[in-house]
């Protein structure tokens, strides 16, 4: 055994506080049956995190193992996800007249979307815990992400999508060996599938924030953003959001960097973006509901946002309040021109979820919500090549 400098300590449960052991696999906290979250010994951490080190050390998301949750080096899965680019849009900072205006751009991960840091994670751990079989219910990105780590590390893939899922997203799948499963409706429906699988067969269930390590993944893309901007917190970062694991792991890494000494304790504030056509959080954090409700026949052709209900809505209004963040809805017309102009502006060719934030923050600097002197990240969720299919009409059109 190759021991990683990881301090994992605990497993919290989201809601309660409550504590529990990592010696056995755990999905949600038994106490709440809410979100769990990886604690770690930040003082130990510090020792060794630290920006010299950094400097020495491997060129993908691994780098910062100390605060990452695999013990062994043999147990991780990776395909070089993370060390994505980090770019100031020059362009569009003329055209929205936001000055400093930045673009993390992750589509350039394996499997074209941030879901590979996630499904990195969560792979590796289960591959710790000598787990063979997982299943997830997915929307698109994180089934392909899913079915490549398990491809390389040798294990059972299963997913349940709905039928409307991107064609790049099934086709992939099916490469990557998993075994598919469509399923008539909404991610929700695919869901109720996918957790029938697993019961019936004793899989696991690597479902959004339904278990600790993908959102220890997703935590990644807020290192990388401290550490690209010389360890500055940006003023505000603009976040495309469907179950939300992203928002919650870019929070995750700003308070734990705090902790560990390399970053003040300035946050950014957190804005949420979903479509018009399915914003649960949104609806929740206007009407200040800490809990959302179910979104009813949601439509949008941004998969990733397609999630009628996120596990971790009260995560996410708290991060929202404690931040000064908020929440915005972008509609798919709005989307699509967002894509255009990243695409015919800065050469990026992002998911329509990269469109949603690139006119979220047109707006919100036009409200005012974005001042002069701030330093604002909009973080592109993944690659329009994936929604070809989707975004034929506006870009291949009659």
């Not at 993944?217 to 495309?240: F, H, N, S």
Request: glycine share 8%; aromatic share 8%; net charge neutral.
């Amino acid at each position: 055994m190759t021991k990683t400098l990881s301090t994992f300590k605990h497993l919290e449960c989201s809601l309660t506080g409550d504590m529990f052991p990592i010696d056995k696999p755990l999905r949600l906290s038994p106490s709440s049956e809410k979100p769990l979250l990886a604690r770690y010994d930040l003082n130990k951490a510090a020792k060794t995190l630290t920006q010299e080190n950094l400097y020495k050390r491997r060129n993908d998301m691994w780098r910062y193992q100390e605060i990452l949750p695999i013990l062994d080096d043999e147990n991780i899965v990776s395909l070089g996800e993370g060390n994505t680019p980090f770019m100031k849009l020059n362009n569009l900072s003329k055209i929205f007249q936001i000055e400093n205006f930045y673009v993390k751009d992750e589509s350039n991960n394996p499997t074209g979307s941030f879901k590979a840091r996630g499904l990195s994670a969560a792979i590796s751990k289960a591959k710790e815990y000598g787990i063979k079989s997982i299943v997830m219910p997915s929307a698109g990105n994180a089934a392909g992400a899913m079915s490549a780590y398990a491809a390389k590390s040798n294990m059972e893939a299963n997913v349940f999508m709905p039928k409307d899922a991107p064609l790049a997203n099934k086709m992939e799948c099916i490469a990557f060996g998993a075994n598919v499963k469509l399923v008539d409706g909404f991610i929700s429906d695919a869901g109720k599938a996918s957790a029938l699988e697993a019961e019936k067969r004793g899989l696991f269930d690597v479902s959004t924030l339904k278990e600790p390590y993908r959102v220890e993944g997703k935590k990644t893309m807020g290192l990388e953003i401290a550490e690209q901007m010389d360890w500055e917190v940006p003023d505000v970062i603009i976040y495309p959001t469907g179950g939300g694991t992203g928002i919650v792991g870019i929070w995750k890494a700003f308070q734990e960097l705090e902790q560990i000494g390399l970053v003040s304790s300035k946050k950014p504030k957190m804005v949420v973006v979903q479509a018009d056509g399915c914003s649960p959080l949104v609806d929740a954090y206007e009407k200040n509901e800490k809990f959302a409700k179910p979104f009813e026949n949601p439509k949008t052709l941004a998969a990733g946002m397609r999630v009628p209900l996120a596990v971790g809505d009260f995560i996410i209004y708290d991060i929202l309040k404690k931040s000064n963040g908020t929440a915005v809805r972008i509609n798919d017309d709005e989307m699509l021109e967002g894509v255009s102009l990243l695409a015919s502006e800065e050469g990026i060719f992002a998911a329509p979820e990269g469109g949603a934030i690139l006119m979220a923050s047109k707006r919100l600097r036009k409200e005012g919500f974005i001042k002069d002197s701030d330093k604002v990240v909009i973080v592109n969720t993944g690659s329009a090549y994936k929604y070809l299919d989707m975004m034929e009409n506006k870009f291949w059109g009659d």
